[in-house]
């Protein structure tokens, strides 16, 4: 068990350019999250998968913002034409039980 | 719907004094209810949790949290703080099967001890 990664650690882009963030979640876990934090708040749900189905998303994730996890292992989170605002940082997070989550390190974002 | 309240996003406490960190849930159904913590540039690591079973919840680092279903909390105290436990914490519900598992978090409350 070697926990929940993704990559990139940090990323800086310029507004308007398109990211993507990968997350490896623990092997065998069928669920995994995705969260944003900004700066003083706690995590914001944004989107989860069941194996490869996104089963729902929040009003967060608007338009640039989209969510695969082609095999059902990995996931991506891709942002197109970033903003400012969209700077945080993006947590993933995995389970097998459904009711306790295991998270990655994050991914900060910081859009110039 | 669930929405969690923690009061207090800084609390300061002396070396070896108790540690009371509180948190409020609302729940339309019965709710999961999760401690983590996290340390400046990491992700959440789970100190412990509450899924319908006891009531009085042991976790690691020797923090416990015990639901209350009439007051709607559940509070997380430690008898005597450690300089190591200088971190955010954040208290989540979660509306289990009827949502999908997802979470959702406090503010968080930023721990300081004093030595």
């Known amino acids: 068990d070697t926990g929940v990664s993704q990559n990139p650690r940090h990323k800086i882009t310029k507004r308007g350019q398109n990211v993507t963030f990968r997350c490896d979640p623990i092997s065998e876990h069928n669920r995994l999250y995705w969260y944003r934090q900004t700066l003083g708040q706690g995590p914001e749900f944004l989107t989860y998968f069941q194996n490869e189905a996104q089963l729902e998303k929040s009003r967060l994730l608007s338009d640039r913002f989209s969510a695969e996890r082609p095999k059902g292992s990995f996931s991506t989170l891709e942002i197109q034409r970033t903003e400012q605002g969209d700077s945080a940082m993006y947590l993933c997070?995995?389970?097998?039980?459904?009711?306790?989550?295991?998270f990655g390190p994050g991914t900060r974002l910081t859009v110039l | 719907a669930q929405s969690v309240t923690q009061l207090g996003s800084h609390v300061s406490v002396s070396e070896g004094a108790l540690v009371l960190l509180r948190c409020n849930y609302s729940?339309?159904?019965?709710?999961?209810l999760f401690w983590y913590v996290q340390y400046p540039n990491q992700g959440l690591q789970l100190l412990l949790k509450?899924?319908?079973?006891?009531?009085l919840v042991k976790g690691i680092n020797g923090f416990e949290a015990e639901f209350k279903k009439s007051e709607t909390s559940f509070h997380l105290t430690k008898p005597s703080a450690h300089m190591s436990d200088a971190a955010e914490y954040f208290c989540?519900?979660?509306?289990?099967?009827?949502?999908?598992?997802?979470?959702?978090f406090g503010t968080g409350t930023r721990l300081k001890v004093l030595a």
């Open positions: 989540a519900v979660s509306p289990g099967s009827y949502g999908g598992y997802k979470y959702i």
């Open positions: 997070a995995s389970s097998s039980d459904g009711d306790t989550q295991y």
């Open positions: 729940s339309s159904v019965p709710p999961y």
């Open positions: 509450y899924t319908s079973a006891a009531t």
